[in-house]
């Protein structure tokens, strides 16, 4: 009876030990995949990418739109802290941009003329007119929107109905509202180019009645407002900037040849008039000699009057007859003879009367009265002068040349440096005065020195120590979070899974019973291969003892036919 009753004790004790190993091997398998599962959760956690900004300030129907295509091309994505951006993987940023670029996204919250292409049947005139204006500012957004610095634009067209009334004509305009990207700023050029982008795309609209403005409220259309430097436009000024550039670059390549590239270096300032001015001069010379003049009419008018007797007359209409025409004389007239036909004598008083009216009649009379009356026209010098002065002339040029010494090398090795000569200063001095093109009249300027240079040493930047220097920050701070990844995991390998690990793969402990031992073996009650497998370790005989009334008291059933087993053995 003891016998079977510790057989069937030791059977008791052999199952409930297999029920303990199999559920310690349950619970330790268990722990091992939990653990494993919260060290791979925990490295991957560690491990996920850097997201970057795919887009920002978009729409909600673009933003749709892309969630949507991103989730149809697995890519993973999250919004940023204030929901205004769609974050990518950082690898996967520029091909995710190219992907939904082919896709046409974003399409942006402006709308174009297609909005025209979805009107329905049977619409107001006046609907279509608001529409056809929606899509023209949506369109005129788009394209606004395609310069560097502006980020976002609006623009409201005020387009009047037109009128058959000329005195009821209103000219349209325009706002455009501009939001710039931060840090950016337009310069005048760039607004007067948005401006006349506006104002040519609607009809009838002109540049004065198109109206810019920033996010600040800053009005940058107004025209009103003069920049500084003396009133110069920005253009003006990169044409002064690149024509001192210009000549300094001219001076220092006709001077390089001589001493080398790097030892000139050549600065120039220039004045430049940008007013226009037209000039009519009309300029008469003083009067010129008859030699030098040239004539351009002449008029002669010459009056004689001719009588043989005094100027007087008695008065009546035989005074006043014409002169007889002058005749000459055919023959000499006779000697005049004495009233009674007598030739008088020679010397006498009437021969010498008679001579006198001889030859008076032989003489050709003079004229009583002479005129004559020369008009001479000569031609005016006159030169008429037009003067046009073209802008960006150049009213004064001033340059300064530095010249480095001149580097020599003697037979040893040794480098030397010397100045220059009067002579070679005197070469370089008419070299730079023909490139810059020296006017004496302008009164340009020219300035050689010759100097030793400084050795370029670099920009000395203060040191910053490492432990404030951001790219060791950075780089410090992946090493920490990698550290304390690793650490943690070596911690729930090693104080967790390992010990689990062992206890799973520790074979049971065999106590066999030694020579002398007031133990007993198990006995093998039916050849069940696991009690044959298995030895488990004895205990006293009271302990025995009350175990097997326990399982017969709880069991009967198994204990008969242990029994049964047994008396069938021993037969």
């Known amino acids: 009876m003891a016998a079977v009753t510790e057989a069937a004790f030791n059977n008791g004790n052999l199952l409930e030990i297999n029920r303990s190993l199999l559920s310690n091997k349950f619970v330790l398998g268990l722990g091992v995949a939990v653990v494993a599962a919260i060290m791979v959760v925990f490295w991957l956690w560690s491990q996920q990418p850097d997201y970057r900004v795919l887009f920002s300030n978009y729409a909600d129907k673009d933003g749709g739109a892309i969630v949507a295509a991103l989730e149809q091309m697995n890519v993973p994505y999250k919004f940023s802290d204030s929901g205004t951006a769609i974050?990518?993987?950082?690898?996967?940023?520029?091909?995710?941009?190219?992907?939904?670029?082919?896709?046409?996204?974003?399409?942006?919250?402006?709308?174009?003329?297609?909005?025209?292409?979805?009107?329905?049947?049977?619409?107001?005139?006046?609907?279509?007119?608001?529409?056809?204006?929606?899509?023209?500012?949506?369109?005129l957004e788009r394209t606004i929107q395609a310069v560097s610095a502006v980020e976002v634009a609006r623009i409201h067209l005020a387009i009047p109905k037109p009128s058959v009334f000329v005195r009821?004509?209103?000219?349209?305009?325009?706002?455009?509202?501009?939001?710039l990207r931060q840090g950016r700023v337009l310069d005048p050029q760039q607004v007067s180019a948005i401006v006349h982008l506006v104002a040519t795309s609607v009809p009838e609209l002109s540049v004065s009645n198109v109206t810019v403005v920033d996010q600040n409220g800053n009005l940058l259309s107004d025209t009103s407002k003069k920049s500084g430097l003396n009133n110069l436009d920005p253009s003006q000024l990169k044409y002064?900037?690149?024509?001192?550039?210009?000549?300094?670059?001219?001076?220092?390549?006709?001077?390089?040849?001589?001493?080398?590239?790097?030892?000139?270096?050549?600065?120039?300032?220039?004045?430049?008039?940008?007013?226009?001015?037209?000039?009519?001069?009309?300029?008469?010379?003083?009067?010129?000699?008859?030699?030098?003049?040239?004539?351009?009419?002449?008029?002669?008018?010459?009056?004689?009057?001719?009588?043989?007797?005094?100027?007087?007359?008695?008065?009546?209409a035989l005074s006043n007859q014409p002169p007889v025409p002058n005749t000459a004389p055919l023959n000499t007239p006779a000697p005049a003879t004495a009233a009674n036909g007598a030739t008088p004598a020679p010397g006498t008083a009437a021969a010498q009367a008679a001579a006198a009216a001889a030859a008076a009649a032989?003489?050709?009379?003079?004229?009583?009265?002479?005129?004559?009356?020369?008009?001479?026209?000569?031609?005016?010098?006159k030169t008429v002068r037009y003067t046009q002065q073209p802008m960006g002339g150049i009213k004064r040029l001033?340059?300064?040349?530095?010249?480095?010494?001149?580097?020599?090398?003697?037979?040893?090795?040794?480098?030397?440096?010397?100045?220059?000569?009067?002579?070679?200063?005197?070469?370089?001095?008419?070299?730079?005065?023909q490139a810059m093109g020296f006017n004496t009249e302008r009164g340009d300027s020219l300035t050689v020195v010759n100097s030793s240079f400084v050795a370029d040493q670099g920009e000395l930047l203060p040191s910053i120590p490492f432990w404030k220097d951001p790219e060791y920050i950075g780089m410090a701070k992946e090493f920490l979070r990698i550290g304390v990844v690793l650490l943690i995991l070596f911690m729930l390998y090693s104080r967790v899974m390992k010990p689990m690990l062992r206890k799973m793969t520790q074979p049971p402990v065999e106590n066999l019973p030694a020579p002398g031992d007031n133990q007993d073996t198990v006995v093998n009650i039916g050849g069940d291969p696991l009690l044959e497998a298995r030895k488990i370790q004895p205990k006293g005989y009271e302990q025995s003892l009350i175990a097997a009334k326990q399982i017969a008291k709880e069991n009967p059933k198994l204990v008969a036919n242990m029994v049964t087993n047994w008396v069938s053995g021993n037969e």
């Open 87 to 139: 974050l990518v993987p950082a690898t996967d940023v520029h091909q995710t941009r190219l992907k939904l670029a082919a896709q046409g996204l974003p399409k942006g919250g402006n709308i174009g003329f297609e909005l025209l292409e979805n009107q329905k049947f049977g619409v107001s005139q006046f609907v279509e007119q608001v529409n056809f204006q929606r899509a023209l500012e949506g369109e």
């Open 240 to 316: 002064v900037d690149e024509l001192q550039q210009n000549i300094a670059k001219r001076v220092e390549s006709i001077i390089s040849p001589i001493i080398g590239a790097k030892n000139v270096h050549a600065e120039a300032s220039a004045e430049v008039d940008f007013s226009t001015q037209e000039q009519a001069a009309e300029i008469y010379k003083p009067n010129q000699t008859p030699e030098e003049a040239a004539i351009r009419s002449m008029q002669s008018n010459e009056s004689k009057t001719v009588g043989d007797q005094t100027n007087g007359g008695v008065p009546g």
């Open 362 to 381: 032989q003489t050709p009379k003079e004229p009583l009265n002479s005129q004559k009356n020369v008009t001479t026209n000569y031609e005016v010098d």
């Open 398 to 433: 001033s340059v300064a040349v530095v010249v480095n010494n001149i580097q020599s090398m003697d037979a040893k090795g040794k480098v030397t440096s010397r100045a220059l000569t009067d002579a070679e200063k005197t070469q370089i001095s008419d070299l730079a005065k």
């Open 168 to 179: 009821d004509q209103q000219r349209p305009t325009a706002s455009v509202l501009l939001n």
